[in-house]
């Protein structure tokens, strides 16, 4: 078998598969239920309002959004299946469907599949879910595309890949020009630079494999791959490096959780894990059931502000996040 080289690699990760297109029956049957909806609103405007007619315009509204969604859904993404779903944008990022040319604003909540394209700008970030718990983010100045649901393909920029509290929950790979990296563990960064690949993993592990050779990224530990060769280095799990994740977290839905459960993905989010002060404060923690939201906020922000709201002291330092009754 031939052996192929990284150009020939990133040739083939950047072809996409034919746009599906609308059918035609399709399209007229969306048409016709739309106009149906538009007249039977029409005469609803008149004065004929009662209980049959708003349920017909309803259901017929109902099926032109369905078709419509089948529509749009099969066109903007390739295929019918959902495989990621955006669920928060930093600023504008552009959104490529596959099989189009024309980049084109991306709507928060959209849903990707094969071939759609992601671009980030210099002041704009994204955070995805990719299923079982898994978030991906993008930052500034980042072009990711999803080829399949176990592949995808970075080519410029930084993408920060969290399979989740489990291990091998999901498996994903990311293509680059330098290699393929593949998960072991959790929590990891890939990110391009002029002419090398830079790795930094935050918990478990990754393997960057090429045309002949594997190697692993522990926990702890960066590497930068470039044609020279490669070299490693040491990062904690709050350094620095990890801050502008925060600032594209997907969004958490406390209503209803314990403040113990919270503590925790601040903690996975910080890369700081919480020291309890008291036994007591622990137990308190996990009684504490939380009200309200704190969507918006960056993990240190929302720690202030749900901490606020309990009769529980705490704060976040340089390496640990400090929880107690007394004062902080």
């Known amino acids: 078998m031939e052996k192929r080289g990284p150009d020939d690699l990133a040739a083939l990760l950047k072809k996409a598969g034919p746009r599906l297109q609308a059918d035609p029956g399709m399209q007229a049957a969306v048409q016709a239920a739309a106009r ?13 309002r009662n209980r049959r007619s708003f349920l017909s315009f309803a259901a017929a509204a109902g099926a032109a959004a369905v078709a419509l969604g089948l529509w749009w859904g099969g066109a903007g993404t390739g295929t019918d299946a959902e ?13 490529l469907p596959a099989g ?8 928060e909540g959209q849903v990707l599949g094969e071939g759609d394209a992601l671009r980030t ?24 595309t999803l080829r399949d649901a176990g592949h995808s393909s970075l ?26 990296v593949r998960h072991l563990g959790t929590q990891y960064e890939a990110r391009l630079l002029r002419d090398a690949l830079r790795l930094a993993v935050r918990e478990g592990s990754v393997a960057l494999s090429t045309n002949d050779r594997t190697v692993e990224v522990e926990a702890g530990e960066w590497m930068e791959a470039s ?20 600032g594209v977290t997907p969004p958490l839905d406390i209503e209803g959780r314990t403040l113990g459960d919270f503590l925790g993905w601040v903690a996975r989010e910080t890369g700081r894990p919480v020291v309890y002060l008291e036994p007591a404060a622990q137990r ?3 009684e504490v059931v939380l009200r309200g939201s704190v969507v918006g906020l960056r ?6 502000a749900v901490l606020a709201t309990t009769d529980l002291n705490g704060s976040m330092e340089a390496t640990v996040i400090r929880v107690g009754q007394g004062a902080p």
């Open 100 to 107: 189009t040319a024309d980049w084109r604003p991306l709507p």
């Open 299 to 304: 993990p240190e922000q929302a720690l202030d």
């Open 155 to 180: 080519t410029a920029g930084a993408v920060y890949y969290d399979g989740g509290p489990v291990p091998g929950a999901h498996d994903h790979v990311i293509e680059t020009d330098y290699g393929s």
């Open 36 to 48: 149906e909806a538009w007249l039977e609103q029409v005469a609803l405007s008149r004065g004929r």
């Open 227 to 246: 044609n020279r060769g490669a070299r490693r280095g040491r990062v904690t799990p709050w350094d620095e490096q990890w801050a502008w994740i925060g």
């Open 284 to 286: 308190r923690a996990g």
């Open 121 to 144: 700008g210099a002041e704009s970030r994204v955070a995805l879910t990719l299923g079982d718990g898994v978030t991906l983010r993008l930052d500034v100045d980042s072009e990711w």
């Open 83 to 95: 495989l990621a779903r955006v669920v928060r944008t930093d600023s504008a990022v552009r959104y």
